[in-house]
């Protein structure tokens, strides 16, 4: 399309199909100024994150025997799990869960659509329940706010708005130590705070970029995070359909929509017959104004509805003021309002409830069947086989543990349906705890039991009494 071709008339009620809300016509951020939201699912909002933020900041705090209760650290594949010890060995295990994971959040969004957005996201919580909540307290409400930004520099605005950046910016760092200390722990991130810049320099400028990461997010990109860049806000074409449960508006009970006529003395009918005309909508944009996405929800389901849940208060509200029921916006599906049936379980559903069931009982088993040490016995590179002065042939092994306990373990092996000998090099291994143990062991076995080349044997792997794993391996024969 050359410069000059005019841009397609797109009816004004249809604007909104090839529009975001956040853009204007030149292409320039709009910035949305949300009235303050007040009402039943507010409240239940806050409470709901003020559990969430208190586990969240207060998790990483938590020790298990030692251990922390999460720790995700990816630099040195160090994962740790309701406190227990998760060695790259155990890969798989955090793949499943994974896949469970993206599984759950997309068999959660077919029925009860974004949910998760509105109610458990981070993004939501803490930029409606924290940083708006902070901008409402210093900077007044939506016109306040729009005042104040249209204002000409004064002291009184100076003052809000550094105050404001401060608090925002001291947030941020709150947020990404917490964040940090979900990767390396809270004692490597209280040493970052403590000791010399010198002694933590990575450390500290991961500390830094986090901070300035979270300060950009809640300060400035706010719902450009869920309405452009969120990987599972983009999913929603395709997780949602018409038996989700989305926030949505009775439009039949609500178109016509219009203003409600009053009565005029005199003109008492008229107003009645111009009034039973209309649907319950009176056309207030209340709905709009407390938007964080500054969508108008009438216009049906769109990606950038974050199931924040403040229409539904704005518009009961109001509802309730004109004497009518509450529920115009609701949680409700699109086949729901069109029928008034209730249906969640669709096929799909159905699909994805069972392949979950399927990955989560996987999981429970290789859970319940993993072993507290990982043992792997190689033979030496180079090394073939000796034979021994009383005639028994010799195979050298590397060995590694891997202690998946926080206890201390002290190791010993045992042949399995074959005599032999275990002779350690040095002394036999003592497993550190959530780490791992590497020596040389050689393996004797008389020849009597032996085929010539290539032997299979087991060997029992014991801590005191307990048997903690088994290991294969093979071993050479003349
Ligand atoms: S449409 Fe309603 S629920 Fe969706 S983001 Fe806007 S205010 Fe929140
Ligand atoms: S708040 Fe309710 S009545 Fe007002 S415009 Fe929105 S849907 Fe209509």
């Known amino acids: 399309m050359s410069e000059n071709t005019p841009l397609p008339i797109v009816e004004e009620d249809d604007w909104y199909r090839d529009h975001l809300a956040t853009v204007d016509e030149h292409g320039k951020r709009v910035w949305i100024y949300p009235k303050k939201p007040k009402g039943k699912f507010t409240n239940y909002r806050t409470v709901v994150s003020v559990i969430l933020l208190v586990i969240l900041f207060g998790m990483p705090w938590i020790r298990v025997h030692g251990n922390p209760l999460f720790m995700f650290n990816i630099l040195e594949r160090k994962f740790i799990l309701f406190g227990s010890y998760f060695p790259p060995q155990d890969f798989h295990l955090f793949v499943l869960a994974m896949i469970i994971m993206v599984i759950f959040i997309a068999l959660f969004t077919v029925i009860y659509g974004r949910i998760f957005c509105g109610w458990i996201c981070p993004q939501t919580i803490f930029m409606e329940s924290v940083y708006r909540k902070i901008e409402y307290w210093i900077e007044g409400d939506s016109n306040a706010q729009r005042r104040l930004n249209n204002a000409p520099w004064t002291a009184s605005k100076f003052i809000k708005k550094f105050s404001k950046q401060v608090i925002f910016f001291s947030i941020a760092v709150l947020v990404a130590n917490t964040f940090l200390s979900y990767i390396i722990g809270t004692d490597q991130v209280l040493a970052i705070v403590k000791d010399p810049i010198s002694k933590h320099t990575q450390g500290f400028l991961a500390m830094i970029a986090f901070s300035f990461a979270f300060y950009g997010v809640f300060a400035f990109l706010r719902e450009q995070v869920c309405t452009t860049i969120c990987p599972y806000g983009r999913l929603q074409g395709v997780l949602l359909d018409k038996n989700s449960v989305v926030i949505t508006y009775d439009y039949l009970r609500g178109e016509p929509r219009g203003?409600?006529?009053?009565?005029?003395?005199?003109?008492?009918?008229?107003?009645?017959?111009?009034?039973?005309?209309?649907?319950?909508?009176?056309?207030?944009?209340?709905?709009?104004?407390?938007?964080?996405?500054?969508?108008?929800?009438?216009?049906?389901?769109?990606?950038?509805?974050?199931?924040?849940?403040?229409?539904?208060?704005?518009?009961?509200?109001?509802?309730?003021?004109?004497?009518?029921?509450?529920?115009?916006?609701?949680?409700?599906?699109?086949?729901?309002?069109?029928?008034?049936?209730?249906?969640?379980?669709?096929?799909?559903?159905i699909a994805y409830t069972s392949v979950l069931g399927v990955l989560v009982l996987l999981e429970i088993i290789l859970f319940?069947?993993?072993?507290?040490?990982?043992?792997?016995?190689l033979r030496t590179p180079g090394m073939l086989y000796q034979k021994t002065d009383d005639g028994y042939i010799s195979n050298l092994y590397n060995y590694q543990f891997v202690?998946?306990?926080?206890?201390?373990?002290?190791?010993?092996?045992?042949?399995?349906?074959?005599?032999?000998?275990?002779?350690?090099?040095?002394?036999?291994?003592?497993?550190?705890?959530?780490?791992?143990?590497?020596?040389?062991?050689?393996?004797?076995?008389?020849?009597s039991e032996l085929q010539t080349g290539k032997n299979k044997i087991t060997l029992r792997v014991r801590s005191g009494d307990r048997t903690v794993d088994q290991v294969k391996t093979s071993f050479l024969a003349p």
């Not at 500054?294 to 004109?322: H, S």
């Not at 115009?328 to 049936?341: F, K, M």
């Not at 926080?406 to 959530?434: C, F, Q, Y």
Request: hydrophobic share 35%; net charge negative.
């Open 403 to 447: 202690n998946k306990t926080s206890d201390t373990l002290a190791l010993e092996m045992e042949l399995i349906g074959i005599d032999g000998r275990i002779k350690w090099v040095g002394h036999a291994p003592i497993a550190i705890p959530n780490d791992v143990t590497e020596g040389a062991v050689f393996v004797e076995l008389p020849p």
């Open 368 to 377: 319940a069947t993993r072993t507290q040490v990982e043992g792997l016995l």
């Open 259 to 349: 203003k409600i006529h009053k009565a005029v003395k005199g003109k008492e009918e008229e107003a009645a017959k111009m009034n039973a005309l209309l649907g319950d909508c009176i056309d207030c944009k209340m709905c709009i104004q407390v938007c964080p996405t500054g969508i108008d929800i009438r216009n049906g389901t769109q990606l950038e509805c974050v199931n924040c849940t403040a229409c539904i208060d704005a518009c009961d509200e109001v509802m309730t003021k004109v004497n009518r029921p509450t529920g115009l916006i609701r949680y409700d599906s699109e086949e729901g309002i069109r029928t008034g049936a209730k249906k969640i379980m669709t096929p799909r559903a």
